[in-house]
């Protein structure tokens, strides 16, 4: 939807001539390292050309007007400054509540209410973030409708802090901070441990990653997310009895083989053991794209995939059967699912050439197996959260 229809769509719905701001900020992909990040290893995020828009307008009194055009059966939903805490019909809206909220509490002075108009483009459930999307379009829309001074990696921390303890979804910081963080054309390899980041390049001549949308919808807080998380507490508790480590990001294959042992749930080990190996295979990928074998980060891709079938148990029919028909065609590097899990996306490498009958072969496979359509977007690595100029 072009920014002009947006602004006409905000003046209707607000019934004002208010002037309003347009604010962008991506959705984003994982190209290896899951469920790595609350267990203090790596990830490798990207964030993408497509998103959450958010527009804007301050408002002479306290009160906070949301709406989605997305969701237009919610229609307004109204609160104010004094009122910020989580509602349960306030369904969406609670992720701008929560940045409002939490930026408050941070001493950022927010006297003013507003009216807020989103649009997003990022598939729903799909497991490209939206959520943290909707977190950092706020965080930057509150930082300029304000002019207030906000440290970028401080938003981020308040977006996660929304996550974790205003929705309790007992996430990691790589969703905030790929998108808070991203860079055009490049990946970050980041170190959940001590947000130690590092841009990598994305050199795609001849490929393209194409997002495999599985349409199965995944609720992050009702899945099993914060289970699998428990579970590696409980295995790191284990393996600290003879090693001083803080998180399972610390180990190296090595160590955790000759250490395994002091696991004595066999379900904990499996979660353990993905833990350490997945990260490890992250750290392998920034090697391989520096040196731009891109077959070699396929390979880490499938190996990815893998574990987190068998020892993470989070893929399930859905994305299993995208993935094995991506591996089956011709032109492909490598395929894995991305995000928690649980349904939602996966992403493949792909030659530009083989790109069109990849997406017809493998939605042929997945629609004869599972019953329905699957959805497919090349993806293009774009911008981290930020304020639009009036050209775009």
């Given at each position: 939807?072009?920014?002009?229809?947006l602004?006409?769509?905000?003046?209707?719905?607000?019934?004002?001539?208010?002037?309003?701001?347009t604010f962008?900020?991506?959705?984003?992909?994982?190209?290896?390292?899951?469920?790595?990040?609350?267990?203090?290893?790596h990830?490798?995020?990207?964030?993408?050309s497509?998103?959450?828009y958010?527009?804007?307008?301050?408002?002479d009194?306290?009160?906070?007007r949301?709406?989605?055009?997305?969701?237009?059966?919610?229609?307004?939903?109204?609160?104010?400054?004094?009122?910020?805490?989580?509602?349960?019909?306030?369904?969406?809206?609670?992720y701008p509540?929560?940045m409002?909220?939490?930026?408050?509490?941070?001493?950022?002075?927010?006297?003013?209410?507003?009216?807020i108009?989103?649009?997003?483009?990022?598939?729903?459930g799909?497991?490209?973030?939206?959520?943290?999307s909707?977190e950092?379009?706020t965080?930057?829309?509150?930082?300029?409708?304000?002019?207030?001074?906000?440290?970028?990696?401080?938003?981020?921390?308040?977006?996660q802090?929304?996550?974790?303890?205003?929705?309790?979804?007992?996430?990691?910081?790589?969703?905030?901070?790929?998108?808070?963080?991203?860079?055009?054309?490049?990946?970050i390899?980041?170190?959940?441990?001590?947000?130690?980041?590092?841009?990598a390049?994305?050199?795609?001549?001849?490929?393209?990653?194409?997002?495999?949308?599985?349409?199965?919808?995944?609720?992050?807080?009702?899945?099993?997310?914060?289970?699998r998380?428990?579970?590696?507490?409980?295995?790191?508790?284990?393996?600290?009895?003879?090693?001083?480590?803080?998180?399972?990001g610390?180990?190296?294959?090595?160590?955790?083989?000759?250490?395994?042992?002091?696991?004595?749930?066999?379900?904990?080990?499996?979660?353990?053991?993905?833990?350490?190996?997945e990260?490890?295979r992250t750290?392998?990928?920034?090697?391989k794209?520096?040196?731009?074998?891109?077959?070699?980060?396929g390979?880490l891709?499938?190996?990815?995939?893998i574990?987190?079938?068998?020892?993470?148990?989070?893929?399930?029919?859905?994305?299993?059967?995208i993935?094995?028909?991506?591996?089956?065609?011709?032109?492909?590097?490598?395929?894995?699912m991305?995000?928690?899990?649980?349904g939602g996306?996966?992403?493949?490498?792909?030659e530009?050439?083989?790109?069109e009958?990849?997406?017809?072969?493998?939605?042929?496979i997945?629609?004869?197996?599972?019953?329905?359509?699957?959805t497919?977007y090349?993806?293009?690595?774009g911008?981290?959260?930020k304020?639009?100029?009036?050209?775009?």
């Amino acid at each position: 939807m072009k920014t002009e229809n947006l602004k006409l769509a905000f003046q209707e719905t607000f019934n004002t001539a208010a002037a309003s701001r347009t604010f962008f900020s991506p959705g984003r992909i994982n190209l290896i390292g899951e469920h790595t990040d609350y267990n203090g290893g790596h990830v490798f995020p990207a964030s993408l050309s497509f998103g959450t828009y958010a527009l804007a307008a301050q408002r002479d009194d306290r009160k906070l007007r949301f709406y989605s055009l997305n969701f237009p059966d919610a229609g307004i939903i109204e609160t104010d400054l004094d009122y910020l805490g989580y509602a349960e019909k306030h369904d969406w809206a609670n992720y701008p509540k929560g940045m409002f909220l939490y930026m408050k509490e941070a001493g950022y002075e927010v006297e003013n209410g507003a009216d807020i108009l989103f649009y997003g483009n990022i598939p729903n459930g799909a497991g490209l973030s939206s959520s943290a999307s909707i977190e950092l379009a706020t965080g930057v829309l509150i930082q300029e409708l304000f002019g207030l001074s906000i440290d970028r990696i401080e938003m981020i921390k308040l977006g996660q802090k929304v996550e974790n303890q205003y929705i309790g979804v007992n996430s990691g910081i790589m969703d905030q901070f790929a998108i808070g963080m991203g860079k055009k054309d490049h990946a970050i390899l980041l170190d959940c441990n001590t947000l130690a980041y590092k841009y990598a390049p994305i050199m795609l001549e001849n490929h393209f990653i194409i997002v495999m949308n599985t349409n199965k919808q995944r609720t992050l807080a009702g899945s099993k997310y914060n289970e699998r998380r428990a579970q590696c507490e409980a295995a790191l508790t284990h393996l600290q009895k003879e090693l001083n480590v803080a998180s399972l990001g610390e180990l190296k294959p090595a160590q955790f083989e000759e250490h395994k042992h002091l696991i004595t749930d066999e379900i904990h080990r499996k979660r353990a053991r993905h833990a350490v190996y997945e990260n490890a295979r992250t750290l392998k990928a920034l090697e391989k794209l520096e040196q731009q074998d891109l077959e070699g980060f396929g390979n880490l891709m499938n190996e990815s995939h893998i574990s987190l079938k068998d020892d993470y148990e989070v893929t399930g029919l859905e994305l299993d059967t995208i993935v094995q028909a991506a591996w089956e065609q011709e032109g492909v590097l490598g395929a894995r699912m991305t995000g928690a899990g649980f349904g939602g996306c996966a992403i493949a490498i792909v030659e530009k050439d083989k790109a069109e009958d990849f997406q017809k072969n493998v939605n042929s496979i997945y629609r004869e197996k599972v019953g329905y359509e699957a959805t497919f977007y090349t993806a293009t690595i774009g911008d981290g959260a930020k304020e639009l100029s009036e050209e775009c």
